[in-house]
């Protein structure tokens, strides 16, 4: 299962971060969603059918833009 990191410069405070955790958290796939307010950060622990585009799309939704994106790992 792919774990991305990715980068939302917007994150400012505890709403952010409810807000995008709440967005993910019904998204079919996302096993994982965490934000971290003082690095601006979302880490997404991912499987099918939820895809990076797909993950991308619902942080956009909610108003912030995605800066960029890393994978940290996988795990089977």
């Known amino acids: ?10 994150i400012s ?4 971060k409810s807000s995008i955790e709440g967005a ?3 998204v ?6 965490v934000v971290d307010v003082s690095t ?7 499987g099918s059918p939820a895809t ?7 942080i ?3 108003g912030y833009d995605v800066a960029s994106y890393e994978e940290l790992e996988s795990r089977q």
């Open 24 to 26: 993910l958290r019904p």
């Open 60 to 62: 956009e939704n909610q």
């Open 40 to 46: 601006k950060t979302v880490a997404v622990s991912y």
């Open 13 to 16: 405070c505890a709403h952010c």
């Open 52 to 58: 990076l585009d797909a993950i991308t799309e619902v």
């Open 28 to 33: 079919a796939g996302v096993d994982q969603a």
């Open 1 to 10: 299962m792919p774990l991305i990191e990715i980068s939302v410069p917007g």
